[in-house]
């Protein structure tokens, strides 16, 4: 990765030179530099589908049966999360083509409060919430590669931060370095993930073939009529499908955006809501509710009722769930740094471009004190 002053340029610095090379597009009206446009619409479904389909699928998506109390509810619960969730994602696609700035909340709030709010959630977002994420999503991705050479003991504390210290390394470093790289391994981690749920539906689809119905009978028997239980399933629900506004923290970077960012929300939203039905739904086909709220990987559970030997498979499935989460949260997260640099907020430096790469080098290079999250987690 460079790192020498030379490989970094201002926008305005680089304006020239990287237009001539016609790497970037300039806006004439201001003199800014936009980062080449080199996402299209599968890449822009694969970052959406990436940040969503996470390990928390596959771990423990256990709130909503806990409050709900039954399956058909917890279905039902499902099923209108994804259209609030929907709704959410469609106001996001209009707030991507009106304000079409990288950013995403960051640009949004800056746009519509000024400059303090915006400047309040920047640091905020920068110092607390983002390297945390990246943390425990590295330590999710670290236990489960680690695993397996634990069977019958504790894993240690220092092997599982040093793999997430290492993973996190590795993917910044990719960032940095090639762009078209790390979209490209984005792809594919995409449909290993739609393939693992698949696989996951695929299964539940042929155990209840066989008659294996019985968690449905009298599926809505038991509802909770609680309102506070009812919204807490709701909460437990559209966290799960968070990240639909991730697109929107590189839409400078997204080939004809107006276009790609309604369509990639089109696409992906329905999806997400039907794998995460049907997922449950073979969930609940092998284990009663109470064992599933008992589980804390409910894909390794699920697989050892099921898939006897071959249950070993869901950890590793786990594992690349959780590692291309972690890659689009540290490339996106990274864009919003450098948008929120060049507008002043932070650090003049961090609004500097790789010139080689054009990639957001200085932001990506910040970002690593997540490992300081990773170093004195528990």
Same mark, same amino acid.
């Given at each position: 990765?460079?790192?020498?002053?030379?490989?970094?340029?201002?926008?305005?610095?680089?304006?020239?030179?990287?237009?001539?090379?016609?790497?970037?597009?300039?806006?004439?009206?201001?003199?800014?530099?936009?980062?080449?446009?080199?996402?299209?619409?599968?890449?822009?479904?694969?970052?959406?589908?990436?940040?969503?389909?996470?390990?928390?699928?596959?771990?423990?998506?256990?709130?909503?049966?806990?409050?709900?109390?039954?399956?058909?509810?917890?279905?039902?619960?499902?099923?209108?999360?994804?259209?609030?969730?929907?709704?959410?994602?469609?106001?996001?696609?209009?707030?991507?083509?009106?304000?079409?700035?990288?950013?995403?909340?960051?640009?949004?709030?800056?746009?519509?409060?000024?400059?303090?709010?915006?400047?309040?959630?920047?640091?905020?977002?920068?110092?607390?919430?983002? /390297?945390?994420?990246?943390?425990?999503?590295?330590?999710?991705?670290?236990?489960?590669?680690?695993?397996?050479?634990?069977?019958?003991?504790?894993?240690?504390?220092?092997?599982?931060?040093?793999?997430?210290?290492?993973?996190?390394?590795?993917?910044?470093?990719?960032?940095?370095?090639?762009?078209?790289?790390?979209?490209?391994?984005?792809?594919?981690?995409?449909?290993?993930?739609?393939?693992?749920?698949?696989?996951?539906?695929?299964?539940?689809?042929?155990?209840?073939?066989?008659?294996?119905?019985?968690?449905?009978?009298?599926?809505?028997?038991?509802?909770?009529?609680?309102?506070?239980?009812?919204?807490?399933?709701?909460?437990?629900?559209?966290?799960?499908?968070?990240?639909?506004?991730?697109?929107?923290?590189?839409?400078?970077?997204?080939?004809?955006?107006?276009?790609?960012?309604?369509?990639?929300?089109?696409?992906?939203? /329905?999806?997400?809501?039907?794998?995460?039905?049907?997922?449950?739904?073979?969930?609940?086909?092998?284990?009663?509710?109470?064992?599933?709220?008992?589980?804390?990987?409910?894909?390794?559970?699920?697989?050892?009722?099921?898939?006897?030997?071959?249950?070993?498979?869901?950890?590793?499935?786990?594992?690349?769930?959780?590692?291309?989460?972690?890659?689009?949260?540290?490339?996106?997260?990274?864009?919003?740094?450098?948008?929120?640099?060049?507008?002043?907020?932070?650090?003049?430096?961090?609004?500097?471009?790789?010139?080689?790469?054009?990639?957001?080098?200085?932001?990506?290079?910040?970002?690593?004190?997540?490992?300081?999250?990773?170093?004195?987690?528990?």
């Amino acid at each position: 990765m460079p790192s020498t002053t030379k490989d970094l340029a201002s926008p305005t610095e680089m304006k020239l030179t990287s237009a001539m090379n016609g790497e970037i597009d300039t806006d004439t009206d201001n003199g800014k530099v936009k980062m080449k446009k080199h996402m299209g619409l599968l890449e822009g479904v694969a970052i959406i589908l990436g940040i969503i389909f996470g390990s928390g699928i596959f771990i423990s998506p256990k709130g909503i049966i806990e409050e709900t109390n039954s399956v058909g509810l917890s279905l039902v619960v499902w099923v209108l999360c994804g259209l609030l969730s929907m709704i959410g994602a469609l106001c996001y696609a209009e707030l991507g083509t009106s304000i079409p700035k990288s950013g995403g909340d960051y640009a949004y709030i800056n746009e519509a409060f000024g400059a303090l709010p915006s400047f309040l959630y920047l640091w905020a977002a920068n110092i607390i919430f983002v /390297p945390t994420t990246n943390a425990i999503m590295g330590l999710t991705f670290a236990k489960y590669v680690i695993q397996p050479f634990f069977p019958q003991c504790t894993m240690p504390d220092f092997g599982v931060r040093l793999v997430a210290a290492c993973i996190i390394c590795f993917l910044s470093f990719l960032n940095g370095f090639n762009v078209k790289a790390t979209v490209r391994l984005q792809n594919v981690f995409m449909f290993c993930k739609i393939g693992a749920l698949v696989l996951i539906i695929i299964i539940g689809v042929v155990w209840m073939s066989f008659g294996n119905v019985d968690h449905f009978q009298n599926s809505f028997a038991d509802s909770t009529t609680n309102p506070g239980k009812i919204a807490k399933a709701f909460y437990s629900g559209i966290f799960t499908y968070s990240g639909w506004n991730y697109l929107n923290f590189m839409t400078e970077e997204l080939k004809n955006p107006f276009v790609n960012l309604p369509r990639a929300i089109f696409i992906s939203l /329905p999806l997400v809501t039907g794998i995460y039905v049907l997922a449950n739904m073979a969930y609940l086909s092998a284990l009663t509710p109470d064992e599933l709220l008992s589980s804390d990987a409910i894909a390794v559970t699920f697989g050892n009722a099921i898939l006897g030997k071959f249950a070993a498979i869901l950890p590793i499935m786990v594992a690349i769930s959780a590692f291309g989460g972690l890659s689009v949260h540290i490339m996106t997260s990274s864009r919003m740094l450098y948008v929120g640099a060049r507008n002043g907020h932070f650090p003049v430096m961090l609004g500097h471009l790789n010139i080689k790469n054009l990639t957001p080098l200085p932001s990506l290079i910040f970002l690593i004190n997540q490992l300081l999250y990773v170093r004195n987690s528990s």
